[in-house]
């Protein structure tokens, strides 16, 4: 056992709670150290759009339709462009008059339209559920007018034309008020109606057109409707003044899903496993008391300030504060990794072998802009442009991946650090000494944060061939701005990692809700959680790449909101949601306090415990 690290925890620009800082030295399974806080930053305009599908179990791009190359038999699924949300018939309505909202995508037969030819360039837009096209309600040319649906009669105020806007995304304009189908005020709310403004081209009138069934609009084709055959209009017509206005109150979600059914089949695979993986940061005891998938831990500290740490044959006591020295003077450099993978290794479950997987939380660039002797963030980016800290580094990360060798495990590779690179724009734009650093590995790669991390990645198919590396995903402007995060992932090569790690949130949400620490509401209900799903949903897809949740908070409703032993309710949602956990493209939820002070598996009460046992016990979530 070793003795458990510093932390402290301190107030954040922006008025957010940073991440307690840990000490260079590491502690014994199930007392972790915790990474920094996240820091607010600039808001940038990025926009990317990217539509996926699976073949063969691959993911590849799908063409989305544009101005010039709509089908007419294919239906397709609109996407907002600032909201990423999907054009909806809200509550599978059926009746003339009914609202036309955004919801997140599911791809069901509601979020699905046919685009009917009206003659001149002209489009109905039909819903596959309810056999109605998109209407000006009632023939207006008002700003801000609500369109609804209804029955197809081929008038002026039910027919619009495509025009064309950057990146293959179109808008809509109605042939009669001459104006565009619009997301009013840019609105990221689950049943925001639809309304039509004078056309702008602002990103909430854009539009993606995703052939239904392709990744990019999840598929699902729906069990509420069969594909509508267009009705023939008797004369030109539309809405009229005669029928009702649609109604303030309408239902507030589609039909569920069906749950995935237990241990069915998959032919999705992550680390070996077809089900979404079960894990998170222990000590030993409880590691065997559940059938567990993985375990975590972090590594980082300064790098090692000469070579001779890596090919001593003992540590010695000055090194300790090195991380390949944690384990103390009487082992080799390096016995923490190799210890940390032997153990897991070893697992038992019910007193019979069931080897664990794990993942580390490589997190050390923190430590270099220490050695920049500026610290988080502004240290982190300058210290990466200087050849002699950046070579110490890649050494550092060379001995580290040696040390893993053929283990199977995942490296979750520097929480943080890739928000403070999108915070100061194109990552091929932020100078880094790549070549200089590591010309044996990376000499090919360009002198920019991209370069790095690429070079991260490579070096870690180089030297620990069985391993699974990952970026981790770092976007806390991704409730306003998440094609910026798609664009920004996509220049950092994200879709030559193996996945992308993130965290849900940082501390327990009943710490949180304190006072004293903000009195900040963290805690989830459904529409929290569905938009936080459609978010690594959407960045899964961007880059062909699965979602780990690594550091969920362990907090549960029984507990007192005392030190360690603080409400939260982000296991029991996910763990009873796993067919949405699934379909968000999620491999993996990992468990773990972010801070000294938060619940952890070993104060929970067993909640986490008894749910992996009845996870497992069920067959788990096939992959998706």
Known sequence: MFPRPSTSSEASPGGRARRGRASSRSAAPGRRPTHRGRRLYQRRSFW???????????????NTASAETVNTGTWYVLVDRDTGKALDDLGYATNDGAPLVQWSRTGAANQQWKFIDAGDGNYRLQNRHSGKVLDDYNWSKTEGSELVQ???????????????????YVRLINRFSGKAVEVPGGSKADGAHIAQYHDWNGPQQQWRLVPAGSAGGT?????????????????????????????????????P???????????????????VLIGGSMNDASASAAPFDVQYAYVHSQPAPSSDYYTAARCQDAWTGWWGCWNGSTTAPGTYVTWRDAKAAQQTYQGKPRPQKFLWTWYSLRDLGDAAGQGDGPGEVQAINRADLLTRYMNDY???????????????????????????GNPHRVAAQVTAANPTDCGSQENSAAGLAQCLISMAHKYAPNTSAGFHLTCWDWQNNTQACVKDYADLGAKNADFLATDV????????ALPANGGRDTFWNDQKAAAQLAFYKTMAESVGKPVVLWQIPLGNMAQNNTRNHYKDDKVDWLLSHM?????????GLLFGAGQQEQTAVESDGGNLINKTIAYRNSGGTPLK
């Not at 996926?52 to 993911?59: C, D």
């Not at 008797?234 to 239902?251: D, I, K, R, Y």
């Open 48 to 62: 990317a759009a990217v539509s996926l599908a699976v073949v063969g179990g691959s993911v590849v791009v799908v």
């Open 150 to 168: 209804w029955s197809d009669l081929n008038g002026a105020n039910q027919q619009f034309h495509m025009e064309k806007s950057p990146d293959g």
């Open 219 to 255: 598929g699902n084709t729906g069990s509420s409707g069969s594909s509508a055959t267009p009705t023939t209009p008797a004369t030109p017509g539309g809405s009229g003044p005669a029928s009702h206005a649609p109604s303030g109150t309408h239902p507030t979600s589609a039909p």
């Open 257 to 275: 899903t069906p749950p995935a059914g237990g241990s069915g089949t998959s032919t999705k695979s992550f680390m070996g496993s077809n089900t």
């Open 398 to 424: 060379r001995f580290f991946l040696q040390k893993i060798g053929t283990s199977h495990d995942m490296i979750d590779i520097e929480p943080d650090f890739w928000g403070y690179v999108r915070s100061l």
């Open 505 to 512: 949130v940082d501390r327990d949400a009943g710490w949180y």
């Open 579 to 587: 067919d949405q956990v699934a379909n968000a493209h999620i491999a």
